[in-house]
């Protein structure tokens, strides 16, 4: 072959190569292109065989002209690779950021139920003077039981079935009571307290949890009279329940009032026309909110405070009992999953 002739099927070929290109998009695609036409046996290759049958003369033309077709086809496949990542990172770009999207606001989340309960019930009984008094969750035997008029056998204790720590000495507080004791033992009267706290028993159904909230109160100075309860109370409800809501007390034990009672409310459920048929109160209008008395004069002198002189009064109530009367929540075990789509409620 002469050797324009070779020179006219190189550059032919570099043309040829150009075009095919064109409408390649992969890689793997552009490569394989690239040996059918550099690689040994490809056809530039295979014209480049030929150049030996040419005479010597001729031959450096027709290097020269290998060699800008070569450069040639390498030079378009780099630019066509170029090109191809260039093409992914703008499609990147196009998916991961788009600008016009509005953002997304994280929400600032708010305060569990049962926290805006007992901060609401700490504010209402703040209003008749009572501050708050805290204890530890883990009590001895004498706060939680003995002082309060439980002694060891007391069948009493029963009821309160208990998750004792350290062989017994210690337990975790069944009630909030033992507050009384520590604030009688660490303060004068007047004494005049709230106490709202975690406690914990081995209960455990739809309205009864291992662990729940309770608030204690408790008033001691001169004079103090079962009518003052009643009013404190009665107050309470009004405020929280709503103001036409009622109260009755009914005579109960604990070992460490005297006379002791249970309180119920009137059930804000009911309708006028039909009570019978209400989940709540299961038809009898009442719903009980807490145990209440006036302090054992017992308990009085435990805490070395003089009964000749010094009256009171206590009661406590179920913070998650409040709750779930106010806000008609059928499960107590809703207050402590998490689940966002109830406690966004609230
Ligand atoms: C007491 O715990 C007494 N310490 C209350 C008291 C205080 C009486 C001062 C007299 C003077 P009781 O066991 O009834 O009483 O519990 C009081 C309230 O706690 C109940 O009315 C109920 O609302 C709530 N409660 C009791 N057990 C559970 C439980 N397992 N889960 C949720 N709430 C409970």
Redesign the pocket.
Known sequence: MPAEELIGKLDGLGSEFAQALVSLSSEQDIRELQAQFLGKKGRVSALMREMGKLPPDTRRVVGAAFNRVKDGIAGAVDGKLDELVKVAEAADLERTIDVSLPGRVRSAGHVHLLTQVRNEAVAIFGELGFEVAEGPQIENDFNNFEA?GFAKDHPARD??DTFFVDDGKLLLR????PV?IRTMLSQEPPIKIVAPGA?Y?R???P????????I???LIDEQVRFSDLKGVLLHFVKRYFGEDLDIRFRP?F?P??EP???VDMQCSFCTDSDSSKCRVCKGTTWV??????M?DPVVLTHCKIDPERYTG??????????AMLRYGVSD?KNFYEGDMRFLTQF
């Open positions: 309060l009821e309160q069944t009630h909030t009571s009384q406690v028993r209960d455990d159904d309205t009864h949890s291992p662990m729940f909230w309770q204690e109160g408790l109960s604990f460490f009032v002791g009672a249970e009980e909110i807490a145990g209440a008395g302090v009064f206590a009661f406590g109530m179920g913070l998650e009992r409040m107590i």
